[in-house]
């Protein structure tokens, strides 16, 4: 629940410094890059898998903008997670995932279970893209 603060009480818990403050954060959200990896592999293989079923010309242009959407916004999170200054964190490794796990806002997860939570979405959308193509080979075209 909020409350409010008053201005007197605020000025004497503040500390002021004509020195910038130099903060540490971290932007890699624990993560370590195979799992973005294998979600942006899940994204464009169901684009590939949809490309080769149902391709025609008037479709290269949005499947086009949607991988450089995807290959985008991953490029630029990786750029963000590796700004500096401010930033000396990196992705875990794999080893350092499997041992530590990963602290989220309802506790610490294992390694599997925050595994599965990332990737829960993109091997469900591919599996869908599976299926697809499944419905397609046998109910023709």
């Not at 020195?19 to 624990?30: G, I, L, N, Y």
């Not at 999170?77 to 080893?95: V, Y």
Request: glycine residues 8%; aromatic residues 8%; neutral net charge.
């Amino acid at each position: 629940m909020s409350q409010h603060i008053s201005q007197a009480d605020l000025t004497a818990a503040a500390a002021v410094s004509d020195a910038p403050v130099q903060t540490r954060v971290d932007r890699s959200f624990e993560l370590p890059a195979s799992l973005y990896g294998v979600t942006v592999a899940c994204y464009l293989g169901f684009l590939a898998l949809m490309s080769v079923l149902f391709m025609n010309g008037e479709l290269v242009l949005p499947m086009v903008v949607i991988v450089f959407s995807i290959v985008a916004g991953f490029g630029l999170c990786r750029q963000w997670a590796a700004m500096k200054p401010g930033n000396d964190s990196r992705t875990l490794t794999p080893g350092q995932f499997a041992n530590r796990g990963v602290q989220t806002l309802s506790g610490r997860l294992t390694a599997a279970e925050a595994s599965a939570q990332v990737l829960i979405l993109p091997v469900l959308l591919m599996c869908w893209g599976v299926a697809i193509a499944v419905i397609y080979a046998v109910v023709g075209h």
